[in-house]
C-alpha cells in the first residue's frame, strides 16, 4: 500500500478487524497479502453464491470517526477485483452534523489489477462507522474474490477514549473515582 497519515488506513495496522454480515452461503473477510506483493496486507473479500445481495462487512478498530465537509468529501480506495463493472458500495454511519448515514457507489474499469476508486459521498457529517459493500447490490453465481486497501479520507477525528478497541488507561482510573 501507498497510504500515510491518520485519514488513511492500509489495513497493516493492528487492530483492524470486521464484523461481516449478510454471509448465508458462507462470504469472508480478512486481511491477507495482497495478490501481488506478499509483503503488503489487504483486506479480502470473498463472496459466495446463497450470500446476500448487501453482503459487506463494517470496519471496526480505526480508532475515531470519518469526517466530511461541505468541500471536502471525497474518499477513494484502491480495489482489486477479478471482473470490469464490479459495484463496491461504501457506507458511513452513525453520523452527527448531518444525515445519519451516507452512501455512494463506484464500479471497477479493470480486471485483475489495483485500481483506485473515487466516491464523492453527497453528505457532509461526522461518521462512526465504515462498511464495505464489495459486489453490492448483487448476488454472484461462484465465488468471487475481491480485494481493498489504502481507503483514504479527506480527514479523520480521533476518539480519544477508545485506541484500537482498548479502553484509554486514565479512564478506569476516573470510573472508580466517580463510584467511591
Known amino acids: 500500500g501507498t497510504c500515510t497519515g491518520a485519514a488513511c488506513v492500509d489495513f497493516s495496522e493492528p487492530g483492524i478487524g470486521f464484523g461481516p454480515f449478510e454471509n448465508q452461503g458462507g462470504g469472508t473477510v480478512e486481511i491477507a497479502n495482497d495478490p501481488n506483493d506478499a509483503a503488503n496486507k489487504v483486506v479480502k473479500f470473498v463472496k459466495k453464491p446463497g450470500d446476500g445481495e448487501y453482503f459487506g ?43 445519519a448515514t451516507t452512501e455512494k457507489d463506484a464500479a471497477t474499469t479493470m480486471a485483475g ?63 472508580i473515582e466517580m463510584k467511591m
Do not use: C, H
Request: net charge negative.
Open 57 to 99: 462487512t463494517t470496519i471496526t478498530g480505526l480508532g475515531g470517526s470519518v469526517v466530511l465537509t461541505a468541500t471536502e468529501k471525497t474518499v477513494t480506495m484502491r480495489v482489486y477485483s477479478p471482473t470490469v463493472g464490479t459495484n463496491f458500495l461504501l457506507k458511513f454511519e452513525g453520523g452527527t452534523g448531518g444525515p
Open 113 to 175: 489489477a489495483w485500481e483506485t476508486l473515487t466516491f464523492v459521498m453527497p453528505d457532509a457529517g461526522t461518521y462512526s462507522t465504515v462498511v464495505i459493500f464489495p459486489n453490492g447490490r448483487s448476488q454472484v453465481a461462484a465465488d468471487k474474490v475481491m480485494y481493498i486497501d489504502d481507503l483514504s479520507f479527506p480527514a479523520f477525528a480521533s476518539s480519544g477514549g477508545l485506541i484500537g478497541g482498548v479502553f484509554a488507561d486514565d479512564f478506569i482510573d476516573a470510573f
